[in-house]
T-cell receptor
Framework: DTAVSQTPKYLVTQMGNDKSIKCEQN?????MYWYKQDSKKFLKIMFS???????INETVPNRFSPKSPDKAHLNLHINSLELGDSAVYFC??????????FGQGTRLTVV | DQQVKQNSPSLSVQEGRISILNCDYT??????FLWYKKYPAEGPTFLIS?????DKNEDGRFTVFLNKSAKHLSLHIVPSQPGDSAVYFC??????????FGSGTKLNVKP
């Protein structure tokens, strides 16, 4: 009964591969997010969807493409992975402008 | 250009004493502030928030203070407990579902 769940928890892959991270929330929230925590530990927003509509798209390479099939899901697809993409990616959800609930994170390692 | 800064990467406190975690921000349009707690290998967990119309919000052992003129907020934990040992993130928002996070302060509460 996890509120925000993302899979996989760990992902090790080679440069140039394409990978996806899935996220689901069962809180009935209308907004979902992807955040990236880099090596300096900053949590930076990448994307935000409200009712399946993209509302925030930060300066993120085109290789990153979010997909929201419905309000409860926001998946992140990454093409042509690069070494610099190694980070922890967090999915989150919120209702309106309330505090966001985070998933446990996906540690992506590109080798 | 980090808009939210936590200048102390770590803090060590004796059990039973007060822990004070600090956060500074640069954007005067921010009107909603939050603190999150994060254990290793888990996502951040919402702790407490404050809107800009208040200068203090209390929830049990946790109190957040907001000084708008100084663009500064702090989280007080009293009394501190060993279970409070975690990384604490400060976050701020000016609306539009966009939260800016600091780099975190690692709190160690010694028994």
């Amino acid at each position: 009964d996890t509120a925000v769940s993302q899979t996989p928890k760990y992902l090790v892959t080679q440069m140039g591969n394409d990978k996806s991270i899935k996220c689901e929330q069962n809180l009935g929230h209308d907004t979902m997010y992807w955040y990236k925590q880099d090596s300096k530990k900053f949590l930076k927003i990448m994307f935000s969807y409200n009712n399946k509509e993209l509302i925030i798209n930060e300066t993120v390479p085109n290789r990153f493409s979010p997909k929201s099939p419905d309000k409860a899901h926001l998946n992140l697809h990454i093409n042509s992975l690069e070494l610099g993409d190694s980070a922890v990616y967090f999915c989150a959800s919120s209702q309106g402008l309330s505090a966001a609930f985070f998933g446990q994170g996906t540690r992506l390692t590109v080798v | 250009d980090q808009q939210v800064k936590q200048n102390s990467p770590s803090l060590s406190v004796q059990e039973g004493r007060i822990s004070i975690l600090n956060c500074d921000y640069t954007n005067s349009m921010f009107d909603y502030f939050l603190w999150y707690k994060k254990y290793p290998a888990e996502g951040p967990t919402f702790l407490i928030s404050i809107s800009s119309i208040k200068d203090k919000n209390e929830d049990g052992r946790f109190t957040v203070f907001l000084n708008k003129s100084a663009k500064h907020l702090s989280l007080h934990i009293v009394p501190s407990q060993p279970g409070d040992s975690a990384v604490y993130f400060c976050a701020a928002s000016g609306g539009f579902n966009k939260f800016y996070f600091g780099s975190g302060t690692k709190l160690n509460v010694k028994p």
